[in-house]
Nanobody
């Protein structure tokens, strides 16, 4: 599965960005889709994931501010990010995988950089 992320950029604190990740091919609907991020000086962390039936899960740090969604017709997963803070700065990676006891990404995109200026 190839994943192509886009939408990162520079935004002021309090602003919004929407990330997109295209997963071309017929297998998109079979995978749980998620976003991780790698912030400076921190370990990579799971931000959110969405199941094949569109149930969603979020890290506590982004609940109420970020929204993950998926569009099967476009084989695309989105991450709408609102009320951004400097803590949200980092490289965001989309991924595809499965959930057993937890979300386990199998395929990763190239990452898109989000920079939030305070």
């Amino acid at each position: 599965v190839q994943l192509q992320a886009s939408g990162g950029g520079l935004v002021q604190a309090g602003g919004s960005l929407r990330l997109s990740c295209v997963a071309p091919g017929s297998s998109f609907s079979s995978y749980v889709m998620g976003w991780h991020r790698q912030s400076p000086g921190k370990e990579r962390e799971l931000v959110a994931y969405i199941s094949t039936t569109s149930s969603t899960n979020y890290a506590d740090s982004v609940k109420g501010r970020f929204t993950i969604s998926r569009d099967g017709a476009k084989s695309t997963v989105y991450l709408q990010m609102d009320s951004l803070t400097s803590d949200d700065t980092g490289v965001y990676y989309c991924n595809a995988g499965f959930v057993f006891r937890r979300y386990d990404p199998l395929f990763w995109g190239q990452g898109t950089l989000v920079t939030v200026s305070s």
